[in-house]
């Protein structure tokens, strides 16, 4: 199977993810919250730097739980922002 390049909106939205991932995981370990959500680390690692910017539904709601974030927070703040 071969995977359709990501568009460069949808890499700037898997950055902007990871960083509000990574903002709200504050002090907080990565392998803590990966604990909590149910995912691996290494997996936390590449969303939170973009190396994973389309990462599963369900591990997003999982972590978005973990962290105490609502997925409306998520979609509002990753949402790619109309040109002015």
Avoid at 19 to 26: F, I, K
Avoid at 46 to 54: D, L, N, S, V, Y
């Amino acid at each position: 199977m071969v995977r359709t390049p990501l568009t460069p909106e949808e890499r700037e939205r898997g950055e902007r993810l990871g960083r509000l991932l990574r903002e709200a995981r504050g002090g907080r370990s990565m392998a803590d919250i990966a604990g909590v959500a149910g995912i691996s680390a290494e997996t936390l690692r590449k969303i939170e730097t973009g190396r994973a910017p389309t990462p599963a539904f369900f591990t997003v709601a999982a972590l978005a739980r973990a962290l105490g974030l609502s997925m409306d927070e998520l979609v509002v703040r990753c949402a790619l922002m109309p040109a002015a």
